[in-house]
C-alpha cells in the first residue's frame, strides 16, 4: 500500500487544481477549490481532504504531494516579501538603478521603473575587489561588514543578499562576509550570488540574488507550515515543489533557492502538453492554457519547450522587455497575457470595449459566480453566450447565475455601447480571442515557425471554450484537448521529473580551455546536483556549455556528450555550436572564436507517468440534451447538442456546433468543426474551412 498515491497541486489566481493518481490501479481523481489567496495553504488542505473523503487511505499511502504556486510571484508583485538589506562591492550600491543603462522605450518621456527590492540606506557598499580572473585586489574589510550588520540590525532587516563582483570566479569573500553576519544577525535568512546564480552579468546576478533572499523567508514559512500541515494529516514522505525550469525539487531544496521557483505554475501546464504532444506524436505543438487570471502560450517543438534564461517580474509595462525586474534562472519561454476566465471587462475612455489585465480572482470573482462581484468578466459573457452552464459548472458542484452575470454586461458594456447583451457578450469573447492571437503571432515567428505547422493543446478552466476561436484566427489547423484539461497543470506535475541544475562559471576561450578542468568541474557539479535530489532512484545528468561567439551578449545552449577529454570533443563541440548558431541567426560566422560561459549540470530522476484511461471504445454517441448556444458563423443563437465527455471513448466522432462537457472544463466547436476522439482520449477538432462553416 505505501506510496500507492501520487498527488499534484497547482494553486491558481482563482482555482486550487488538484490530480491524484493511485499506481496500483491507473486510476485518476481530480477536484478544484476556489483559491484562499490570505492562506493559500487552506484551499491545498480542502481539496486533499476531499480525496481522503473519497478513500481514507490517500494521504498515509501517498508516495508523493507535488506543489506548483505563484506564491513567490506575488510577493514580489505586491511587495511583501522580507524587509532586505543588500551587501555588494563599494562603489556599487546602486547596481539595482543603474540596471543595464537602457531605456526600454525610447519614445516615452514619462518611462517608469520598477522600484528595487532593497531600499538605498540597506544598501551597503564594502571595501573588497576580485578581479575577472578571481584574483584578490582588494582584500574584505571585515569591519566594513560589521559596520553593515549594525546597520541591518538596527533596522531590524529580515533577510540580507550578498553580491560582489566577480564572486561567481572566487566566492571567498561572499562567504566569509555571510559568515560574519550571520553571527551579528542570529535569524536572518542570507543569499549569497556566488551559489544562487554564480554567473556573469553584475546586474542580473543582483538582482536574481535580491529577489532570492526577499521571498526567502515568505517561502521557508509557507513551506515549513504546509509540510506540517500534510503531516498532521497523516503524508508521512517529503513536499515537492516544481521548480520555474519545468522539474520537481523537495521543499527544503526550494527554501534553499527559493528563486528557482518563482514561476513554477505556469511550467507544469508545458510539462503536460509535452507529454501529450510525445503520446499523440505531434511534433510542432502550441500549448495554450488559459485560466481564471491569465493566459499562457509556448511553442513546443519535438516534445520540449524553448527555455530562456531573460525572464522578468513586476514589470511596469507588462508586454515590454526591460520593464521589470530580471530573473537569471531557466524558466520556460512563456507568452503570459492578462487574459483569462476572470479578466474584467470594460468602456474606457475612449469609448472602446477593453478587456482585462486585471481580474475579478476568486474573490470576489465573476459576477456570475454570485460572491459579490459586480464587474463582467470574460466568464460571465461565456455563460451569457450558451458556451458555459449555470448548471453543470464544476459538475454543479458550483451554481452561476445567469441573470446576475447578463445584468453585468448590459449595465457596464451593453448600455455604455447602446447594443445587446448578445453582442456585447461576443465582443469580450472575440476580443480576448483576438488578444492573445496578436500576441501569439508574434511569439510563434520569434521561434522560426508559422501556426499553420502547429498543433494547439488547450487546457486549463477556460482553454478549451476559447481554444476553437484562437485556432481559427491563428490559422493553426488542428485542436487537441487532452483528458482533464480544466487540472491539466496539476496533472503536469506528475508527469515531471525530479530534476535541479546547477553552475560554473568558466570564461575561456573553446580553442584554449583547460578539458581536464572542464571535467573536473563537470563532476564536481554532478556531485552538487545528486546531493539535492532525494536519495534511492536512480540519478541521470546532461552537461551543457553555454557558448558564445566573442563580443556576443547571449549564449547558447551546447550539450556535451560524453567527456570532455574524450578525443575529437572540441570539434563536435564546434559543429553542435555552428548547427544551433545556424537555426537561431540563418547563418554561420566561421571567423570569430568561440567562448565558453558557463558549465552546466542538470540531474533528474525518472518518475512514472501517469495515463488516463479513456472511455469504452464507440463511434455513435447521443447528446444528452440541447443548449442555446452562440454560433459564431450564424451570428447568433442556435439550439446546440450537448455531449458528456465521459460518454465519448476512443473512435466518437461529433460535427459542429456542438457543446462538450465536463466537470472542469467545457469545449465548444463550431459550424462544420469536426471532432474526434483519440485512442489516448483526446479530443481532436479538426477545423472546418471558412467556407464549409457557412
Given at each position: 500500500?505505501a506510496?500507492?498515491?501520487?498527488?499534484g497541486?497547482?494553486?491558481?489566481?482563482t482555482?486550487?487544481?488538484?490530480?491524484?493518481?493511485?499506481d496500483?490501479?491507473?486510476?485518476?481523481?481530480?477536484e478544484?477549490?476556489?483559491?484562499?489567496?490570505?492562506?493559500p495553504e487552506?484551499?491545498v488542505?480542502e481539496g486533499?481532504?476531499?480525496?481522503t473523503?473519497?478513500?481514507?487511505?490517500?494521504l498515509?499511502?501517498a508516495?508523493a504531494?507535488?506543489?506548483a504556486t505563484t506564491?513567490l510571484t506575488?510577493?514580489?508583485?505586491?511587495?511583501k516579501?522580507?524587509l532586505t538589506?543588500l551587501?555588494t562591492?563599494?562603489?556599487?550600491?546602486?547596481?539595482l538603478?543603474?540596471?543595464?543603462?537602457?531605456r526600454y522605450d525610447?519614445?516615452d518621456?514619462?518611462?517608469?521603473?520598477?522600484?528595487?527590492?532593497?531600499?538605498?540606506?540597506?544598501r551597503?557598499g564594502?571595501?573588497?575587489?576580485?578581479?575577472?580572473?578571481g584574483?584578490?585586489h582588494v582584500p574584505?574589510s571585515?569591519a566594513d561588514?560589521?559596520?553593515?550588520?549594525?546597520?541591518?540590525k538596527?533596522a531590524?532587516v529580515q533577510?540580507?543578499?550578498i553580491c560582489f563582483?566577480?564572486?561567481?570566479?572566487?566566492p571567498?569573500?561572499e562567504?566569509r562576509?555571510?559568515d560574519i553576519?550571520?553571527?551579528?544577525l542570529?535569524?536572518?535568512?542570507?543569499?549569497?550570488?556566488?551559489?544562487?546564480?554564480p554567473e556573469p552579468?553584475?546586474?542580473?546576478?543582483?538582482?536574481?540574488t535580491?529577489?532570492?533572499?526577499?521571498?526567502k523567508p515568505?517561502a521557508a514559512?509557507?513551506l515549513?507550515?504546509l509540510?506540517?500541515?500534510?503531516?498532521?494529516?497523516?503524508?508521512?514522505?517529503?513536499l515537492f515543489?516544481m521548480?520555474s525550469n519545468?522539474g520537481?525539487?523537495?521543499?527544503?531544496?526550494?527554501?534553499?533557492f527559493?528563486?528557482?521557483?518563482?514561476?513554477?505554475?505556469?511550467?507544469a501546464?508545458?510539462e503536460?502538453?509535452?507529454?501529450?504532444?510525445?503520446?499523440?506524436g505531434?511534433?510542432?505543438l502550441?500549448?495554450f492554457d488559459?485560466g481564471?487570471t491569465?493566459?499562457?502560450l509556448?511553442v513546443?517543438?519535438?516534445?520540449?519547450?524553448?527555455r530562456?534564461r531573460?525572464?522578468?517580474?513586476?514589470r511596469v509595462?507588462?508586454f515590454?522587455?526591460g520593464?521589470?525586474?530580471?530573473?537569471?534562472?531557466?524558466?520556460?519561454?512563456?507568452?503570459?497575457i492578462?487574459?483569462g476566465?476572470?479578466s474584467i471587462?470594460r468602456v474606457?475612455?475612449l469609448g472602446?470595449l477593453?478587456v482585462?489585465?486585471?481580474s475579478?480572482?476568486?474573490?470576489?470573482?465573476?459576477?456570475?459566480?454570485?460572491?459579490?462581484?459586480d464587474?463582467p468578466?470574460?466568464t460571465?459573457?461565456?455563460l451569457?453566450l450558451?458556451f458555459?452552464?449555470e448548471?453543470?459548472?464544476?459538475?454543479?458542484?458550483?451554481?452561476?447565475?445567469?441573470a446576475?452575470a447578463e445584468?453585468a454586461?448590459?449595465?457596464?458594456l451593453?448600455d455604455?455601447?447602446k447594443?445587446?447583451?448578445m453582442?456585447?457578450?461576443?465582443g469580450v469573447?472575440?476580443?480576448v480571442n483576438e488578444?492573445?492571437?496578436?500576441?501569439?503571432r508574434v511569439?510563434i515567428a520569434?521561434?522560426?515557425?508559422?501556426?499553420r505547422?502547429?498543433?494547439?493543446v488547450?487546457?486549463?478552466?477556460?482553454?478549451p471554450v476559447?481554444?476553437?476561436?484562437?485556432?481559427?484566427?491563428?490559422g493553426?489547423?488542428?485542436v487537441v484537448?487532452?483528458?482533464?484539461?480544466?487540472?491539466?497543470?496539476a496533472?503536469?506535475?506528475?508527469?515531471?521529473?525530479?530534476?535541479?541544475?546547477?553552475?560554473r562559471?568558466?570564461r575561456?576561450?573553446l580553442?584554449?580551455?583547460?578539458?581536464?578542468?572542464?571535467e573536473q568541474w563537470?563532476?564536481?557539479?554532478?556531485?552538487?546536483t545528486?546531493a539535492l535530489?532525494?536519495a534511492?532512484?536512480?540519478?541521470?545528468?546532461?552537461r551543457?556549455a553555454d557558448?558564445?561567439?566573442v563580443?556576443q551578449d547571449?549564449?547558447?545552449?551546447?550539450?556535451i556528450k560524453?567527456a570532455?577529454?574524450?578525443?575529437g570533443?572540441?570539434e563536435?563541440i564546434?559543429?553542435?555550436?555552428d548547427k544551433e548558431?545556424?537555426?537561431?541567426?540563418?547563418?554561420?560566422d566561421?571567423d570569430?572564436?568561440?567562448?565558453?560561459?558557463t558549465?552546466?549540470v542538470k540531474?533528474?530522476?525518472?518518475t512514472?507517468?501517469?495515463a488516463v484511461?479513456?472511455?469504452?471504445k464507440?463511434?455513435t454517441?447521443?447528446?444528452k440534451?440541447?443548449?442555446r448556444?452562440?454560433v459564431?458563423?450564424a451570428?447568433?443563437y442556435?439550439?446546440a447538442?450537448?455531449?458528456?465527455?465521459?460518454?465519448?471513448g476512443?473512435?466518437?466522432?461529433?460535427r459542429?456546433p456542438?457543446i462538450?462537457?465536463?466537470?472542469?472544463s467545457?469545449t465548444v466547436?463550431?459550424?462544420?468543426?469536426?471532432l474526434?476522439v483519440?485512442k489516448?482520449g483526446?479530443?481532436?477538432v479538426?477545423?472546418?474551412?471558412q467556407e464549409a462553416?457557412k
Amino acid at each position: 500500500m505505501a506510496g500507492s498515491y501520487r498527488i499534484g497541486v497547482d494553486i491558481g489566481g482563482t482555482f486550487t487544481d488538484f490530480t491524484m493518481v493511485d499506481d496500483r490501479t491507473g486510476d485518476v481523481f481530480v477536484e478544484k477549490c476556489l483559491t484562499t489567496p490570505g492562506q493559500p495553504e487552506l484551499a491545498v488542505l480542502e481539496g486533499l481532504r476531499r480525496f481522503t473523503a473519497l478513500r481514507a487511505d490517500t494521504l498515509p499511502n501517498a508516495e508523493a504531494v507535488i506543489h506548483a504556486t505563484t506564491l513567490l510571484t506575488n510577493v514580489v508583485l505586491e511587495r511583501k516579501g522580507a524587509l532586505t538589506g543588500l551587501v555588494t562591492t563599494a562603489g556599487f550600491r546602486d547596481v539595482l538603478e543603474f540596471a543595464r543603462e537602457m531605456r526600454y522605450d525610447i519614445y516615452d518621456p514619462f518611462i517608469e521603473f520598477p522600484e528595487p527590492l532593497v531600499e538605498r540606506p540597506l544598501r551597503i557598499g564594502v571595501r573588497e575587489r576580485v578581479l575577472v580572473n578571481g584574483k584578490v585586489h582588494v582584500p574584505l574589510s571585515e569591519a566594513d561588514v560589521r559596520a553593515a550588520a549594525a546597520v541591518f540590525k538596527k533596522a531590524k532587516v529580515q533577510s540580507v543578499a550578498i553580491c560582489f563582483l566577480h564572486s561567481y570566479r572566487n566566492p571567498d569573500h561572499e562567504r566569509r562576509a555571510r559568515d560574519i553576519l550571520a553571527r551579528e544577525l542570529p535569524g536572518v535568512a542570507f543569499s549569497i550570488s556566488s551559489e544562487v546564480h554564480p554567473e556573469p552579468k553584475e546586474y542580473e546576478r543582483t538582482s536574481t540574488t535580491v529577489v532570492d533572499a526577499y521571498v526567502k523567508p515568505t517561502a521557508a514559512q509557507y513551506l515549513d507550515k504546509l509540510s506540517s500541515d500534510l503531516r498532521a494529516e497523516g503524508y508521512p514522505n517529503n513536499l515537492f515543489v516544481m521548480l520555474s525550469n519545468g522539474g520537481t525539487a523537495t521543499a527544503e531544496t526550494t527554501k534553499r533557492f527559493p528563486v528557482q521557483a518563482v514561476e513554477s505554475g505556469p511550467a507544469a501546464g508545458v510539462e503536460a502538453a509535452a507529454h501529450y504532444g510525445r503520446l499523440i506524436g505531434a511534433p510542432r505543438l502550441l500549448s495554450f492554457d488559459m485560466g481564471g487570471t491569465t493566459a499562457k502560450l509556448c511553442v513546443v517543438l519535438d516534445g520540449k519547450a524553448a527555455r530562456t534564461r531573460t525572464f522578468e517580474v513586476d514589470r511596469v509595462q507588462r508586454f515590454k522587455p526591460g520593464s521589470g525586474i530580471p530573473i537569471a534562472v531557466p524558466v520556460y519561454d512563456l507568452l503570459e497575457i492578462g487574459a483569462g476566465g476572470g479578466s474584467i471587462a470594460r468602456v474606457n475612455s475612449l469609448g472602446l470595449l477593453q478587456v482585462g489585465p486585471d481580474s475579478s480572482g476568486s474573490s470576489p470573482g465573476p459576477a456570475c459566480y454570485g460572491l459579490g462581484g459586480d464587474n463582467p468578466t470574460v466568464t460571465d459573457c461565456d455563460l451569457a453566450l450558451g458556451f458555459l452552464d449555470e448548471a453543470s459548472f464544476l459538475g454543479g458542484e458550483m451554481k452561476l447565475h445567469r441573470a446576475a452575470a447578463e445584468s453585468a454586461i448590459k449595465t457596464t458594456l451593453g448600455d455604455p455601447l447602446k447594443t445587446s447583451v448578445m453582442q456585447a457578450a461576443w465582443g469580450v469573447h472575440n476580443l480576448v480571442n483576438e488578444t492573445m492571437a496578436s500576441a501569439a503571432r508574434v511569439h510563434i515567428a520569434e521561434k522560426g515557425q508559422t501556426a499553420r505547422n502547429l498543433t494547439l493543446v488547450g487546457f486549463g478552466g477556460a482553454g478549451p471554450v476559447h481554444a476553437i476561436g484562437l485556432a481559427r484566427k491563428l490559422g493553426c489547423p488542428r485542436v487537441v484537448i487532452p483528458p482533464l484539461p480544466g487540472v491539466m497543470s496539476a496533472f503536469g506535475l506528475l508527469t515531471a521529473p525530479m530534476a535541479i541544475e546547477r553552475p560554473r562559471a568558466v570564461r575561456q576561450l573553446l580553442r584554449n580551455v583547460d578539458l581536464k578542468q572542464l571535467e573536473q568541474w563537470s563532476k564536481e557539479l554532478e556531485k552538487e546536483t545528486a546531493a539535492l535530489l532525494p536519495a534511492g532512484s536512480r540519478i541521470n545528468f546532461m552537461r551543457v556549455a553555454d557558448i558564445w561567439r566573442v563580443g556576443q551578449d547571449y549564449p547558447l545552449e551546447i550539450e556535451i556528450k560524453g567527456a570532455w577529454t574524450a578525443r575529437g570533443a572540441l570539434e563536435k563541440i564546434e559543429v553542435a555550436f555552428d548547427k544551433e548558431y545556424a537555426v537561431h541567426y540563418g547563418r554561420v560566422d566561421d571567423d570569430t572564436p568561440l567562448e565558453v560561459v558557463t558549465l552546466r549540470v542538470k540531474a533528474w530522476q525518472s518518475t512514472a507517468i501517469p495515463a488516463v484511461k479513456p472511455g469504452k471504445k464507440t463511434a455513435t454517441v447521443k447528446p444528452k440534451g440541447k443548449r442555446r448556444l452562440y454560433v459564431p458563423s450564424a451570428g447568433g443563437y442556435e439550439q446546440a447538442p450537448v455531449y458528456d465527455r465521459k460518454a465519448l471513448g476512443p473512435g466518437s466522432s461529433v460535427r459542429g456546433p456542438a457543446i462538450i462537457e465536463e466537470r472542469e472544463s467545457t469545449t465548444v466547436i463550431d459550424r462544420g468543426d469536426k471532432l474526434t476522439v483519440d485512442k489516448f482520449g483526446c479530443l481532436v477538432v479538426t477545423l472546418a474551412s471558412q467556407e464549409a462553416r457557412k
